[in-house]
């Protein structure tokens, strides 16, 4: 089982809609947990970073944490041809001071 | 303020040729981490460093692969000889502190061997 598993996609939305992406992970005892945006030829964006269950928002972005069931999410409303990236998931494993990403998943928001 | 500054930003080599990268965190920043990205994949640890010192180098291949960071501020991070298969971007990334602090990619370096 990979550490953190993302679907790959792609993931394809009319401009409007909601974008809902999904990410879980292996490790029980993370406690931090990130959303990348990366677009085409670029580096890593951090968007989002989630600590504790429940929502977070952060403008049209929502990040979402279960860790009973290891599942972390993003929500973008209102999605905008902008906002067509690959989406990671990060996560911080216990015991370990660094993140393991996900592959990411490809996000199209079509006009 | 500046961000994770990185260089060069394409590097084009043949194999077995020597070949580095250099990174410049964000100021302030103790840990500095430097990540292998293959396309299509997320980006993948090599070495992480907290000030001066690589606590985490287990992914490093360190047979042909080494970095340092001298002062606790920039570090290089060095392939001699490279091979085919290591081309690919190479992301250094800065954070205050290890463990659950955020962190902040540079551009990138990526590299291509012939």
């Known amino acids: 089982q990979k550490e953190v598993e993302q679907n790959s996609g792609p993931l394809s939305v009319p401009e409007g809609a909601i974008a809902s992406l999904n990410c879980t992970y292996s490790d029980r005892g993370s406690q931090s947990f990130f959303w990348y945006r990366q677009y085409s030829g670029k580096s890593p964006e951090l968007i989002m970073s989630i600590y504790s269950n429940g929502d977070k928002e952060d403008g049209r972005f929502t990040a979402q944490l279960n860790k009973a069931s290891q599942y972390v999410s993003l929500l973008i409303r209102d999605s905008q041809p902008s906002d067509s990236a690959t989406y990671l998931c990060?996560?911080?494993?216990?015991?370990?001071?660094?993140?393991?990403f996900g592959a990411g998943t490809r996000l199209t928001v079509k006009p | 303020e500046a961000g994770v500054v990185q260089s060069p930003r394409y590097k084009i080599i043949e194999k077995k040729q020597p070949v580095a990268f250099w990174c410049n965190p964000i100021s302030g920043h103790n840990t500095l981490y430097w990540y292998l990205q293959n396309l299509g994949q997320g980006p993948e640890l090599l070495i992480r460093?907290?000030?001066?010192?690589?606590?985490?180098d287990s992914q490093l291949p360190k047979d042909r692969f080494s970095a340092e960071r001298l002062k606790g501020v920039d570090s290089t991070l060095k392939i001699q000889p490279a091979e085919l298969g290591d081309s690919a971007v190479y992301l250094c990334a800065s954070s205050l502190v290890s463990g659950y602090n955020e962190q902040f990619f540079g551009p990138g370096t990526r590299l291509t061997v012939l």
């Open positions: 990060a996560v911080n494993m216990e015991g370990a001071n660094d993140m393991r």
């Open positions: 460093y907290e000030n001066e010192e690589a606590v985490d």
